[in-house]
Structures are given as structure tokens and as C-alpha cells.
């Protein structure tokens, strides 16, 4: 289970069918489903009787603080209210000019990675993607040299809090030896880069970066959030904000890489829509084409690949019985590869989010940003970043698949590439469209 946990609950959900009991490191009893109906009364119907696990809370609450992905009911309700005002469509449409200087930064260093020869793009796109979400947050002032060690802790930490979650046996040992001081001193250190910028915040212009919605968000008593709790919220965005999409687009090259129709289509989309310029929120709901390709690769390769909730209550989904402080795994990589719900489903078709098509998915089968009250307050984000990113690596590189690899998933808190994707870069051949200048 530890080493490939998605190999082990196919196989079941295989055996015993889409609900069955499962004992989480052979201890934790725990129901793991990927029945539309079931996961729909979790998530959305009855979500109200169920939190985020234990291991979610007090784990990553640990070294991330309280904020939304590790609070629950009135304080989370109130939290999202405020947050949510970050990722509406003025300022995402905002957001993009800082995204697009991002992009630009990144990719000097790209070009001159890609020009030496083959790069494994997993690490290369994950540092492109925190590069984009760190100056959303905290605008241009932030440095890279903060930037990098922000970066660096917050993957230590994440590898961490796993073996803490896979191997809870060791914890006592992690304790005593000082590995788990070793990791608080490390995340101390991160904390204290960012908290220096809020602090200089306070007495700066303001911004139009999320940092500046979280100073600005007042409670119904008037008060803002203090500046521990913006430092919660702001690691905390920082964590969920990038790998999902550095995911997103490590897998995304990886499925186009061995389809020249479909890449082609998609450059010519891009082409059409945005001729020289670069791209900007608004432009989001043009590419048709592109968006269904992603949402194909998000839905053979979701981020998160399971959602585990705990039942506060006694509770029924159907004929399934949940009783109260049960463990509930949505299991969404086994719910989006389901024959029962998809065609051929471990067969690369964007045409399966066509308008039409999308219309005829059984819903609460396609879940890369989970589903009710607590999906992805990021969801549009991520989407503006994926297509940025994307369209200037097409239009600007060729690319292909370095030969002699395998390529598989590992599932850790991310479904992530396990040994890489090497990939060749050269400059993009001029096909009778416009070439990319970015500068």
C-alpha cells in the first residue's frame, strides 16, 4: 500500500466493487468509494457531517498554522467568505499581468536549462508554477533567492508530514531524535521570510496581489486578520496553489508528446485566439479546444488522487453505513478510470469535454478540484496559470519524449511523475503562424 496505494485500491475496487471497508496501514478501518452517489452525499449533501481527516488537520496544521485547509465550520466558513474575493474574475484578471512577468522570469532560466540538452520538466514546471503563485501572493518585491527557500521548505516539510502520515509508528522516534524539531526549525525560517514582507506591507502602498486581499478582508466586527493568520493563509495558498499545476503540466506535455494532432490543434487555438499578445483572464473561455485537453489530462492524472473526510455523526449514503468517526476515501483516480462511467477510460480523448459530451458525464465522477463547499477555492486560478504557461511553451518550443524512460505515476499527496519526464526542447519551427517573442 505505502509504495503504490493506487495500484493496491484499483485491484480492490476491482474485487469488492465501488464501496467496500479498507484497514489504512492494516489499523484504521476506513470505507473507500467511488460510487457517484455516495461521494455527492459526502462532499456536497450532507458535507456539514464530515471534516477533513485528522491526519489533515493536525499534520499539516502543525507546520502550516489554521487556515483553510486545516479549519472547520464557522472559522473555515468565514475564512472562504474573505479569501474567495482573491480569486474572483477582477482580480484574476489583475493577477495576470504580474503571472505573465512571472512567466517571463522563469523562462530565461528555462532556455538556457532546455538548450543544453534533455530536462526532466517535473522540477523545471514546479519551480516556474511557485515562482507564478509566490509573486500573485506577494507581488514583485518578493526575492528569488526567498522565493527558492520558501520552495525548499515547504517540499521538505510536505515529505515530512508523508512519512509522518505513511509510517505513524515512527513518530515517537521523529520526537526524540529531533527530526521533527529539525523540520519546525526549518519551517520557523520560512515563516519569518514571509512574515518580514507582511510586516513591510503594512506600511507600503497597496498592491494588487492576493497578499493585499488578505490585509484588506474585515470581519463583521470591523477587524482584519491579524498578521499570524495571514501568514496561515498565505503558506497555506502557497502549497495548494503550485503543484497542482506544475502536475497539471508535467502530465499535460507528457499525453501531447505522443499526440501531434492534438498539440497541433492546440497551438493553432492559441495562435488564433491570442496572435502576439499575451494572455489574460478574459480570454479564458476561448480556448475551447485547449480547456478540454486539460480537463482530459486531469481527469487520467488528477493532483489529488484521493479525498479522505471523517463522519462527525452516524450517518447512511444509500445502502452503505457510515458510522460516526469513520474515514471516508473518495477515491478520485478510481472514480475518473471507472469503465462503468467512462469509455476506454485509460484512453487519452479530449472530445470527452466537448460541451456536449460534458453534458452526458454522470456527475461526481470527474473531481480534480473535489466537489461542494470545500472544492478548490483556486480552481479558475489554476486554469489561467495552466493555459498561460502552456500556451507559451507551445508556442515557442518543440518538443519530444526522451527515449528509454517509464513513465508512471507515484502517489503521494500529489499523483506525481515517479522517476521524472525527460524531455527534449528545441526552438519552434515556423508553421505559417505568428512566432512567440517573449521577452
Request: aromatic share 10%; hydrophobic share 40%.
Given at each position: ?10 485491484k ?16 484504521k478501518?476506513?470505507?473507500?468509494t ?34 483553510l485547509?486545516t ?19 477582477k482580480?484574476?484578471?489583475?493577477l ?18 532546455v ?13 516556474m ?5 509566490a ?24 515529505e ?29 525560517r520560512?515563516?519569518s521570510?514571509?512574515?518580514a ?11 494588487h ?21 495571514v ?22 506535455l507528457?499525453l ?46 488528477p ?11 452516524d ?52 473531481l ?52 521524472g519526464?525527460?524531455?527534449t ?7 505559417d503562424?505568428?512566432?512567440i517573442?517573449?521577452?
Amino acid at each position: 500500500m505505502v509504495r503504490n496505494p493506487v495500484q493496491v485500491l484499483s485491484k480492490y475496487t476491482e474485487l469488492f466493487g465501488d464501496t467496500f471497508k479498507f484497514y489504512l496501514g492494516g489499523l484504521k478501518e476506513a470505507i473507500v468509494t467511488t460510487n457517484p452517489a455516495v461521494i455527492q452525499h459526502v462532499l456536497k449533501t450532507n458535507a456539514e457531517n464530515y471534516q477533513k481527516s485528522e491526519i489533515q488537520v493536525k499534520r499539516m496544521g502543525h507546520f502550516l498554522g489554521k487556515g483553510l485547509l486545516t479549519t472547520h465550520g464557522e472559522a473555515w466558513r468565514t475564512q472562504r467568505r474573505l479569501i474567495q474575493k482573491g480569486f474572483d474574475r477582477k482580480q484574476l484578471e489583475a493577477l495576470s499581468a504580474i503571472m505573465q512577468d512571472s512567466l517571463a522570469e522563469s523562462l530565461r532560466e528555462f532556455d538556457s536549462q532546455v538548450s543544453a540538452g534533455p530536462v526532466d520538466i517535473y522540477p523545471h514546471l514546479m519551480k516556474m508554477t511557485f515562482a507564478m503563485v509566490a509573486r500573485s501572493l506577494f507581488g514583485a518585491r518578493l526575492k528569488d533567492e526567498d522565493i527558492d527557500r520558501v520552495s525548499h521548505t515547504i517540499c521538505t516539510v510536505q515529505e515530512f508530514i508523508v512519512r509522518q502520515t505513511l509510517q505513524p509508528y515512527m513518530n515517537p522516534w521523529f520526537a526524540a531524535s529531533g527530526e521533527l524539531r529539525r523540520h519546525e526549525d526549518i519551517r520557523a525560517r520560512a515563516d519569518s521570510i514571509l512574515m518580514a514582507y507582511i510586516k513591510q506591507r503594512r506600511h507600503q502602498e497597496p498592491g494588487h496581489d492576493l497578499l493585499q486581499t488578505l490585509m484588506d478582508a474585515r470581519y463583521t466586527d470591523g477587524e482584519g486578520m491579524p498578521d499570524e493568520l495571514v501568514l496561515s493563509e498565505s503558506m497555506q495558498l502557497l502549497v495548494a496553489g503550485h503543484e497542482t499545476s506544475s502536475n497539471a503540466l508535467s502530465w499535460l506535455l507528457y499525453l501531447l508528446s505522443s499526440r501531434p494532432d492534438c498539440l497541433e490543434k492546440v497551438r493553432q487555438e492559441f495562435d488564433s485566439v491570442l496572435g502576439d499578445a499575451p494572455l489574460t483572464y478574459s480570454d479564458v473561455p476561448r480556448f475551447e479546444f485547449a480547456t478540454q485537453v486539460i480537463l482530459e489530462a486531469l481527469r487520467l492524472y488528477p493532483p489529488f488522487w484521493m479525498i479522505d473526510r471523517m463522519a462527525v455523526a452516524d450517518d447512511r449514503a444509500g445502502d452503505v453505513e457510515i458510522p460516526r468517526g469513520s474515514t471516508v476515501i473518495v477515491y478520485v483516480y478510481g472514480a475518473h478510470h471507472a469503465p462503468r462511467y467512462w469509455r476506454e477510460p485509460e484512453r487519452f480523448d479530449p472530445e470527452r469535454f466537448t460541451k456536449a459530451n460534458e453534458k452526458l458525464n454522470t456527475p461526481f465522477t470527474y473531481l480534480p478540484f473535489g466537489a461542494g463547499p470545500r472544492g478548490c477555492i483556486g480552481g479558475n486560478y489554476a486554469m489561467l496559470q495552466i493555459l498561460m504557461i502552456l500556451s507559451t511553451l507551445l508556442r515557442r518550443y518543440d518538443f519530444e519524449l526522451s527515449p528509454g524512460q517509464t513513465i508512471e505515476a507515484r502517489a503521494m499527496v500529489i499523483l506525481r511523475p515517479k522517476h521524472g519526464i525527460r524531455m527534449t526542447f528545441t526552438e519552434a519551427i515556423a508553421r505559417d503562424r505568428h512566432a512567440i517573442v517573449q521577452e
